[in-house]
């Protein structure tokens, strides 16, 4: 019997990886398989313990998604053992994978992530990290019972203009009982031309912050009576709560989902706030 060391076979599996990348790479591409993780590196998480972006020139089609890698060896590492490094529930949001009956796939920021009995998970903001990290063994638990139903839901669809792009982008994502959510990313207090609107003056930053979550209800076909739960970030809690007739008329009416946070600091030194939404299309 022939028999050959387990160098020499991941070689092989390594050399027929490839080949068949080469073989199947066109057909692939023409069926538009969506970019993974926005083209980081999943095995740069765990050989160097931190992000990284990955280039075109060490990509690979696995499971309808392109990965994409900083080097040749993190492909080939990837190819040998595609379980090992890829991210869980397909690189999707490891919260929202977890979000018990509204639970749904939604986009990730690849530098907002964890490794926990040598699996990465992927979340969509740091903040959602932080959630997650307190309660990471019930949300693991739950989204692996739970993704072999949201694994066939639809992607999420990125929500654009007149919505400002952003990162996370806004995005609607699927529930499985056939309504939408709508997850408004942060909206800071700057006009479409992306100039800062009302310096020093919270009521105009209310404002303008307003009319851009409008912008996204509006382009998702959603509207404020839509919107289920807030989260302001503001430099100076008391104030904000003064305008109670521009949130509701922006937020929606006064609920315990409506949630504001003391934020010491912002992005541009003159922003006052910034708000996320949710909202539910049905």
């Given at each position: 019997m022939?028999?050959?060391?387990?160098?020499?076979?991941?070689r092989?599996?390594?050399?027929?990886g490839?080949?068949?990348v080469?073989?199947?790479?066109?057909?692939?591409?023409?069926?538009?398989?969506?970019l993974?993780?926005?083209?980081?590196?999943?095995?740069?998480?765990?050989?160097?313990?931190?992000?990284?972006?990955?280039?075109?020139e060490?990509?690979?089609?696995?499971?309808?998604?392109?990965?994409?890698?900083?080097?040749?060896?993190?492909?080939?590492?990837?190819?040998t053992n595609?379980?090992?490094?890829?991210?869980?529930?397909?690189?999707y949001?490891?919260?929202?994978?977890?979000d018990?009956?509204?639970?749904?796939?939604?986009?990730?920021d690849?530098e907002?992530?964890?490794i926990?009995?040598?699996?990465?998970?992927?979340?969509?903001?740091?903040?959602?990290?932080?959630?997650?990290?307190?309660?990471?063994?019930?949300?693991?638990?739950?989204?692996d019972?739970?993704?072999?139903?949201?694994?066939?839901?639809?992607?999420?669809?990125?929500?654009?203009?007149p919505?400002?792009?952003?990162?996370?982008?806004?995005n609607?994502?699927?529930?499985?009982?056939?309504?939408r959510?709508?997850?408004?990313?942060?909206?800071?207090?700057?006009?479409?031309?992306?100039?800062?609107?009302?310096?020093?003056?919270?009521?105009?930053?209310?404002?303008?912050?307003?009319?851009?979550?409008?912008a996204?209800?509006?382009?998702?076909?959603?509207?404020?009576?839509?919107?289920?739960s807030?989260?302001?970030?503001?430099?100076?809690?008391?104030?904000?709560?003064?305008?109670?007739?521009?949130l509701?008329?922006?937020?929606?009416?006064p609920?315990?989902?409506?949630?504001?946070?003391?934020?010491?600091?912002f992005?541009?030194?003159?922003?006052?706030?910034?708000?996320?939404?949710?909202?539910?299309?049905?």
């Amino acid at each position: 019997m022939c028999r050959i060391s387990a160098r020499t076979f991941n070689r092989r599996v390594v050399l027929i990886g490839l080949f068949l990348v080469a073989l199947l790479g066109s057909t692939a591409r023409g069926d538009e398989p969506r970019l993974s993780i926005s083209g980081y590196d999943p095995v740069a998480y765990f050989t160097l313990g931190r992000p990284l972006q990955g280039t075109a020139e060490f990509e690979y089609v696995w499971r309808r998604s392109r990965w994409r890698f900083a080097t040749g060896e993190h492909r080939d590492l990837f190819i040998t053992n595609p379980h090992r490094y890829a991210p869980q529930y397909d690189g999707y949001c490891a919260l929202g994978a977890a979000d018990r009956a509204d639970a749904h796939k939604d986009t990730v920021d690849p530098e907002s992530w964890a490794i926990v009995d040598g699996k990465l998970y992927l979340v969509r903001t740091r903040e959602a990290l932080a959630r997650w990290r307190e309660r990471a063994e019930e949300y693991i638990r739950q989204a692996d019972s739970d993704w072999g139903v949201v694994a066939d839901l639809p992607d999420p669809v990125i929500v654009r203009s007149p919505c400002a792009a952003s990162s996370p982008p806004t995005n609607t994502v699927a529930l499985r009982d056939g309504r939408r959510l709508l997850m408004i990313a942060t909206q800071v207090p700057r006009d479409e031309a992306g100039n800062v609107v009302g310096r020093g003056d919270m009521r105009a930053q209310i404002e303008q912050v307003g009319k851009n979550v409008g912008a996204c209800l509006d382009a998702a076909g959603a509207t404020v009576d839509d919107i289920v739960s807030t989260t302001s970030f503001v430099a100076a809690p008391a104030e904000f709560d003064r305008y109670a007739d521009l949130l509701r008329r922006y937020l929606g009416p006064p609920s315990p989902e409506r949630k504001t946070v003391r934020a010491s600091q912002f992005s541009s030194p003159d922003f006052l706030l910034g708000v996320e939404a949710v909202a539910v299309i049905k």
